[in-house]
């Protein structure tokens, strides 16, 4: 570590007092556990992990960094690759700072630090409402309503950022803001969809809605999963079209290119959802029945459980990450191709072998807000959603070009067609982040106000 970090923690520990953790020791088995992340990709280590456990601690740690001029990234749930930085920097881990309050009459939550997403689906069905929360039980709440959230139920809901009511922030100046439509408006324009890049943000208001919104008086969604023998994937697709365009239904889920242990035999599997009467579901994917799958099952799961059972995909460490990107249909011709291209991968990488390449659809358009913000999904229903996952670092490359291979396949020629997500990659043109040039323009002019020096990233800087 360098001395003058060494030295400027000692100011840190001066004004904040004694009771702030910092861990600057390396081979401590405490800063090792801390320092893990849910992908080794690009995983760096820090010079110190500074562990705040209240949101005064958090504010005199955010102006301890700005006066000294420390680079930091903030960490709440792990899952993401940008919460990492070299010994230059510190990591702000808001492990200790973390709660969820549900007001069940006004229908909305406070969400506090690093509260994850199982923990606030599961307080609000306590309360008999749920919320748009993400696909992994253990992903920072607050990092994934501000980076956009596409969830189970965003037909109903909207996307997760339409769901953000206000905020209460630590900018660039190491000033706490409150982030209201009165007070702040166009802050909280860039808060819905791009707030990872405007500071760091100690608690969150969201709408929630109540349990019966899912169309059946139990608060469950139905979950299931069809299996094929990967040779049959021309038929399935051509039945999946018909299925995924048919908004008649409330179908959701994913079309997984895989070979799951322990058999590793190649398959199709349909992971499949359906919102409303879980009795419907059967009738919603008749055509898929009828195609006699290997493998059938299905039934109705409590929304707050409808992501448990992922642990592996979950657990931190080896090389993973989503490749997404966002598409104007399903192109049955195109995902051959695809089963092409993952074939190869596996046979090239074996150690890529739980690496899966997925179509995700949603049959009903996401639920449009009455307010405009940075979020610019509403017009995607469809995504390429590769899980890649591979466990030998000499493979790293090798897998990435498989991965852009089939998203280039998937998206065709024409950049127009499809729209990268915010909470999924920081690289490529940003105009497919934030889409339409009023609102990329919109964004920039706001960085500059609020974060001109990029203390929270220079994206939209640059
Ligand atoms: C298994 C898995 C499933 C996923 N499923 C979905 C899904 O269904 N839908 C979806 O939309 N996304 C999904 N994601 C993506 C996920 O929502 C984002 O990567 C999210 O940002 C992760 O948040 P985190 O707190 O876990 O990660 P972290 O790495 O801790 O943080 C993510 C980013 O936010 C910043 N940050 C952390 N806390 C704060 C804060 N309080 N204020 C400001 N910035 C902060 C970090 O510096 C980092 O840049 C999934 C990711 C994984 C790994």
């Known amino acids: 570590m360098s001395a003058s970090i060494l030295h400027n923690l000692d100011q840190l520990r001066a004004s904040a007092g004694k009771a702030l953790e910092i861990l600057t020791n390396q081979s401590d088995v405490a800063f090792q556990d801390r320092a893990k992340r849910w992908t080794d990709i690009d995983r760096k280590t820090p010079a110190a992990i500074i562990l705040p456990a209240s949101e005064e601690e958090i504010q005199k740690t955010v102006q301890w960094a700005v006066e ?39 229908q909305t939550a406070i969400l506090r630090g690093s509260i994850l997403s199982k ?6 069905a306590d309360a008999g409402l749920f919320a748009a929360v993400g696909n992994g039980n253990p992903i920072g709440a607050i990092p994934y309503f501000l980076g956009g959230g596409v969830a189970i139920a965003t037909s109903i809901t909207g996307y997760g950022s339409d769901q953000v009511i ?4 630590i900018d660039a100046k190491g000033n706490i803001l409150e982030v209201t439509e009165e007070k702040e408006p166009d802050l909280l324009f860039a808060l819905r969809g791009a707030g990872q890049f405007f500071g760091l943000v100690t608690q969150l208001v969201i709408k929630a809605h109540p349990l019966a919104a899912l169309g059946n008086d139990q608060g469950v ?15 399935v697709a051509k039945v999946m079209k018909v299925l995924m365009d048919d908004s008649s239904h409330a179908t959701a889920g994913l079309l997984m290119i895989m070979s799951p242990p322990p058999q590793r035999q190649p398959i199709l599997l349909v992971s499949a959802r359906y919102t409303g009467n879980p009795d419907d579901a059967k009738v919603a994917y008749g055509p898929l029945y009828d195609l006699q799958p290997l493998a059938a099952q299905g039934g109705p799961v409590p929304i707050q459980n409808a992501n448990d059972g992922h642990e592996a995909y979950n657990a931190p460490g080896t090389f993973k990450r989503f490749g997404v990107v966002g598409l104007r249909r399903f192109d049955g ?11 190869k991968l596996v046979a090239e990488c ?7 390449f997925n179509f995700q659809w949603e049959s009903r358009p996401a639920k449009q807000p009455d307010f405009e913000s940075a979020n610019s999904l ?5 995504w390429q959603n590769n899980f890649i996952w591979h466990t030998d670092a000499a493979s790293r490359g090798k897998v990435d070009e498989f991965n852009d291979k ?10 127009s067609e499809y729209a990268d997500f915010q909470n999924g990659t920081r690289t490529g043109p940003i105009e497919l982040r934030f889409r339409g040039d009023r609102k990329l323009e919109k964004l920039k002019e706001l960085k500059k106000k609020w974060d001109p020096t990029g203390v929270f990233t220079t994206q939209l800087l640059d």
């Open 166 to 169: 206000s905020a209460r922030m």
């Open 350 to 356: 074996p150690d890529a072998a739980d690496t899966s």
């Open 119 to 124: 923990e606030v689906a599961v307080a609000l």
């Open 221 to 235: 969604i139905w979950l299931g999963s069809f299996v094929f023998p990967l040779e049959r994937a021309d038929e």
């Open 68 to 106: 000294t001029s420390v680079p930091f990234v903030i960490k709440s749930g792990g899952h993401s690759e940008w919460s990492t930085i070299d010994g230059s920097g510190v990591i702000i881990d808001l492990s200790k700072y973390a709660g969820v309050e549900v007001d069940a009459r006004a």
């Open 378 to 382: 509403h017009d995607i229903r469809y």
């Open 333 to 343: 011709e195109a995902f051959s191709k695809v089963i092409k291209v993952w074939k």
């Open 406 to 415: 089939s998203i280039e396949i998937m998206r065709g020629p024409d950049r």
